[in-house]
C-alpha cells in the first residue's frame, strides 16, 4: 500500500486509488463537478486541481493515481488561486438563475462558488445561450445552465446503456445533446437529474413546485418493482412532491428506476377516501359502520370453504398477515398472494428467492436469463448486470423475447425446449454453465404464469443442479418477482391451506358459485369478470380494476401513507415509513382489518402495529431482522410434466402502468405515449 503526505500528515492508502480519494481518507475536502464514484473519470471540469511536489503545474486529483511517496498540498495559495479561476471560468457564461432554479438549495454550483469561488467576476462580455433539448416527459432542460461536465453523458453510456447523449461542437460552442432530435428513452433516465452538479437538468413534473428547505424527508421503500429500492419521499403538508433513491450497496447502489421516482403523482388521482356500499345495482357512499355491517350480514353464517382472500401486489406484511388471520379465523384456507398464478413452491424457500443476492451479480461469470425482460422488470438490477459485463468476462444469454437489454447476449431460444435441452447438457451453453466459476440463473416469474409453469421451474432448478450453480459458497439459482408484496406474502403463508384454493381455483369458484365471498387486498391484476355473482370486499387505496367490481369499497392507505415491512426478491426485509396521512376517511390496512374482525365476532389479537409486529415477527423472525438476507435450504421443487413448446411471452406489456398507482399517473401516460406506444407501431405491437 502506498505512503503519501497530504497537507504534512503522511497516510497509508489501498494501491490503485486516486489522489482524490486519498485526499477524502485523509478528511480533506475535494471540490469537483465532473467527478462521480460511479462512473468514469473524465477529468474536464477542473475543480479539483491540487498542489503535487515536483509538478510543474496543479494537477487534476480526480484522474491522477496515488504513487508512493507522493507530496500533496490541498490548501496551498497555488491551489486557491487555481480553483478560483477555474470557478470563474465556469461562471462565464452560467445565468443568474439561482432565483427560479429548481436546483436551488441544493446546487453544487451555488455551494462550491462559496466555498472556493472568488467574490466577483472580471468578465464584461455577453454570454453565450443555448437552446433547450426536448429529453422527453420527464427531464426539463435548460442547457445555457450546463457547464459540460458530461455526467449524464457517461450515465447514459455507462449504466443506463442508451447512447443517445454526447457533446458536439468545441470551445464556446460545445453542447451537450443527443445528436438528432430524439427522447431520451431509458427506464433509468431521472437519475441524470441527481448526478447533474447544476441546474441544467431538473425534474419536468417537479418544475416551479417547492424549495427543498420546505419539503419534510422521510425514508422508504419502493414498491414498484420486486427490487426493494432504497427511496426517500419529500412531502409538502398532505402531498408528496418528489421521491429520490437513497444509497444502499448491495440492493441499488444510488440509482432508482423512473417509475419509482415519477409516478407519485398517482397518489392523488382516484384516489377512494370513503367507504362505499353497492345499492341496487350502483356504489353509494356509506359509513364504516354501514360498511362492516354490510360485510357482517354476508360473512356471518357463511361456511368457511365459501370465503376466500387474495392480497395484490403493493401489499405489506403487516396488513397480509391480518387479511390471512381474519379468513382463517373464518374458518377458510382459500387465500393466495398469486395474482398472476405463478407457479411458485411456498414450500421451498430456495425456489423463490433471488438467492445470490442483487450485489451477487457483481461476481457472476455466466448468466441464464429465462423468460424475463429484465430492462422492464428490474431496471435497477438491469443496470447492475451492465455494470458487470463492463468489467470484462461475463457471458450472458437469454431464453425468451428478443429485446435490447442494454448488453449483448446470445439468444439460444424463444421457448422451454432451449431450456430442457441446457438441462440435460445437450445444448452446447450447457458447459459455459459449467465451466463458470459462479454461474447464475435468472428466471422471471412470468415464465411460471404458464400452463406448465411448474415443468418450468423443474427445468431450471435441473439446470442449476447440473451447472455447479448450488453451492456452499455459492447458489445462482435466482426468481426475479416483480412484485414487491410477493416474497412477503410467500414468507408469511398467505397461500392456500390444507385443501384450500389457489387464485385459478378462486376464481373457478367464485364463476361456478362454490365461493360466495371473496376479500380483494388491493388486488387489481386479476381477471374480476370471473368473479361471478360472488359478494367482493375491496380492500385498497385506488378506484382501480377491483374497485369497479365491489359491493364493498374499504378505503386503504398508498404505501406513502403507512409503517409496513416489505420483502424484497432477495428475502430481504425493509421498513416503509410513514410520510404522509392517508386521505379522508381511509384508514391503514391492519387497522381496517381489526375493527372489522371486531364486528364479524372473531376479534384479531392485536389492538396496535407493535403488537401486530410482535405477532408477525412470531411467526416468521425474518421479518424481525431487518436488512438481512437467509439462505433458502434447497430442496426439490417444480415438477417433471412436459413442457409446451410455445414462447415466454413478456410479464410487463407496458412498464409505465403496471399497477394502480402508476396506471393513475399523468406523468406516466405521458410516458407512454412517448416511449411505449412509438415503440409498439414500430414493431406492430401493441400492449
Partial sequence: MPKLTIDGTEI??????????????????????????????????????????????????CAMPVADGMVIKTDSPLVKKAREGVMEFLLINHPLDCPICDQGGECD????????????????????????????????????????????????????????????????????????????????????????????????????????????????????????????????????????PRVHEDVNEEWLADKGRFSYDGLIHQRLDRPYVRAGGKLQPATWQEAF???????????????????????DAESMLALKDLVQSLGSANLDCRQDGAAIDPTARASYLFNSGIAGIDRADAILIVGSNLRWEAPVINARIRKRYLKGGLKTAVIGPTVDLTYPYDHL??????????????????????????????????????????????????????????????????????????????????????????????????????IEVVFLLGADEIDTNRLGKAFVVYQGHHGDAGAHRADVILPGAAYTEKDGTYMNTEGRAQLALKAIFPPGEAREDWAILRALSAVLGKPLPY?????????????????????TIEPGSWQKFGNDAPVDSKPFMPAIANYYMTDPISRASETMAKCTEAFVQPAAEKTGTHG
Fill in 413 to 514: 431460444g424463444h421457448g422451454p425446449d432451449i431450456l430442457q435441452q441446457i438441462a440435460n447438457g445437450s445444448h452446447p451453453f450447457a458447459e459455459v454453465l459449467k465451466n463458470a466459476k459462479a454461474p447464475m440463473l435468472i428466471l422471471g416469474v412470468g415464465a411460471l404464469t404458464r400452463g406448465d409453469g411448474g415443468a418450468v421451474l423443474g427445468l431450471a432448478r435441473k439446470v442449476a443442479e447440473n451447472s455447479n450453480m448450488i453451492r456452499a459458497d455459492w447458489n445462482g439459482f435466482n426468481l426475479l418477482h416483480n412484485a414487491a408484496a410477493r416474497v412477503g406474502g410467500l414468507e408469511l403463508g398467505f397461500v392456500p391451506g390444507a385443501n384450500g384454493r389457489d387464485v385459478q381455483g378462486i376464481l373457478d369458484g367464485a364463476q361456478k358459485g362454490d
Fill in 293 to 315: 355491517d354490510a360485510i357482517a350480514t354476508k360473512v356471518k353464517g357463511a361456511d368457511g370453504s365459501k370465503i376466500a382472500a387474495i392480497a395484490g401486489d403493493l401489499c
Fill in 12 to 61: 497509508e492508502v489501498p494501491a490503485g486509488i486516486t489522489v482524490l480519494q486519498a485526499c477524502e481518507l485523509a478528511g480533506k475536502e475535494i471540490p469537483r463537478f465532473c467527478y462521480h464514484e460511479r462512473l468514469s473519470v473524465a477529468g474536464n471540469c477542473r475543480m479539483c486541481l491540487v498542489e503535487q511536489e515536483k509538478a510543474p503545474k496543479p494537477v487534476a486529483s
Fill in 109 to 244: 454550483l451555488q455551494d462550491q462558488a462559496v466555498a472556493f469561488g472568488k467574490h466577483s467576476s472580471r468578465y464584461k462580455e455577453g454570454k453565450r445561450a443555448v437552446s433547450d433539448k426536448n429529453f422527453g416527459p420527464l427531464v426539463k432542460t435548460i442547457m445555457t445552465r450546463c457547464i459540460q461536465c458530461t455526467r449524464c453523458v457517461r450515465f447514459a453510456t455507462e449504466v443506463a446503456g442508451v447512447e443517445v447523449l454526447g457533446a458536439t461542437g468545441r470551445g464556446e460552442h460545445l453542447e451537450i445533446t443527443t445528436y438528432v432530435e430524439k427522447t431520451l428513452a431509458s427506464e433509468l433516465s431521472g437519475n441524470i437529474i441527481d448526478l447533474c452538479p447544476v441546474g441544467a437538468l431538473t425534474s419536468k413534473p417537479y418544475a416551479f413546485t417547492a424549495r427543498p428547505w420546505e419539503l419534510s424527508k422521510t425514508e422508504s421503500i419502493d414498491v414498484f418493482d420486486a427490487v426493494g429500492t432504497n427511496i426517500r419521499v419529500d412531502v409538502r403538508g398532505r402531498e408528496v412532491l418528489r421521491i429520490l
Fill in 607 to 627: 389492538d396496535n402495529l407493535g403488537q401486530l409486529r410482535q405477532r408477525l415477527y412470531q411467526l416468521n423472525a425474518r421479518f424481525q431482522r431487518i436488512n
